[in-house]
């Protein structure tokens, strides 16, 4: 094997280990999954070289053992989030919100039984940079919508600000956190729901969460909480975020309009080393002053 060759394996080992660190690091990232599977891809989609070549203007092109060139494999497109069961839901169902020792927060537990399937649920965020409405959907995501309604009716959204904004990749602001860190939650857990729990999707390729569709961030399989992020355009993402609803054309505009204004610099060179470009706290502070149900 040419020297290369080698760097360029030593080059992918390394990247692996420094995003698995970064994901134990950092929780409630909705992003890590799909950022992890995307470089990855492209790094071996470019070629083993790509260590030797780094910062070089030549076109490289992976060869076989004999020196001719190969074939590049075909890039995979992401498939749109179908935002529907492939099989509706009972009219109700029982749903499970696990306390996790985080009482900061805690205003409870939302009901459990007979949580309907059903209809939608429209809220308003009344933020600093203008209304957010959001229209819910019990059909695709009953627990999860039952979670965010009980934790706006109980004033949990109120006074809390938007911690998070990605304008590269993807494309969303993180809300939900009353401590403002990216780590707080309600005090309970609960589990995936569409499309991670239906058999319609693909749990082997990403997704796109297109721009209006609301989605539950996560540090994992079954961590939900208090924690969405917005999409204001198209993400593509692994199908492991739960999908609970649409946000209407005057939440869009509000949305363009934090996006436009962009990411806030680094305060130091710590955090400067572990941002990411275009990722970090919104450069104009987003706060939900509250949280209304209509």
């Known amino acids: 094997m040419s020297n290369n060759a080698q760097r360029g394996k030593d080059a992918l080992k390394d990247l692996d280990r420094e995003l698995k660190?970064?994901?134990?690091?950092?929780?409630?990232?909705?992003?890590?999954?799909?950022?992890?599977?995307?470089?990855?891809?492209?790094?071996?989609?470019?070629?083993?070289y790509l260590a030797a070549t780094w910062g070089s203007d030549e076109e490289v092109v992976a060869e076989d053992e004999n020196n001719e060139q190969t074939e590049q494999p075909e890039e995979m497109e992401p498939v749109a989030l179908s935002k529907k069961r492939a099989t509706p839901l009972e009219?109700?169902?029982?749903?499970?919100?696990?306390?996790?020792?985080?009482?900061e927060f805690y205003k409870g537990?939302?009901?459990?039984?007979?949580?309907?399937?059903?209809g939608t649920v429209d809220i308003t965020l009344d933020t600093s940079a203008g209304p957010i409405g959001m229209t819910l959907d019990r059909s695709v995501s009953p627990c999860t919508v039952n979670a965010i309604e009980y934790l706006a009716e109980e004033g949990y959204y109120d006074d809390t600000v938007c911690h998070r904004l990605t304008t590269?990749?993807?494309?969303?602001?993180?809300?939900?956190?009353?401590?403002?860190?990216?780590?707080?939650?309600?005090?309970?857990?609960?589990?995936?729901?569409?499309?991670?729990?239906?058999?319609a999707e693909s749990q082997n390729q990403n997704v796109i969460y297109e721009r209006g569709t609301i989605a539950m961030a996560n540090?994992?399989?079954?961590?939900?909480?208090?924690?969405?992020?917005?999409?204001?355009?198209?993400s593509p993402l692994a199908p492991a975020y739960t999908y609970f609803g649409e946000i209407n054309e005057e939440g869009l505009a509000t949305l363009d309009k934090i996006a436009e204004a962009g990411?806030?610099?680094?305060?130091?060179?710590?955090?400067?080393?572990m941002s990411n470009p275009g990722d970090g706290a919104p450069k104009e502070e987003v706060k939900i002053n509250k949280a209304s149900i209509a």
């Open 21 to 48: 660190s970064r994901d134990r690091k950092e929780k409630n990232k909705p992003w890590t999954i799909a950022a992890m599977a995307l470089l990855v891809i492209a790094l071996v989609g470019g070629g083993i």
């Open 91 to 103: 009219k109700t169902v029982t749903c499970s919100y696990d306390e996790d020792g985080n009482g």
């Open 109 to 118: 537990l939302p009901e459990t039984e007979n949580v309907s399937t059903e």
């Open 168 to 199: 590269e990749g993807i494309h969303v602001l993180q809300c939900g956190d009353p401590s403002g860190t990216g780590s707080g939650g309600p005090g309970f857990t609960f589990a995936d729901e569409y499309p991670a729990d239906d058999e």
């Open 219 to 234: 540090s994992g399989p079954n961590t939900n909480g208090s924690q969405f992020f917005l999409n204001y355009d198209d």
């Open 263 to 273: 990411v806030a610099e680094p305060e130091n060179e710590e955090e400067a080393m």
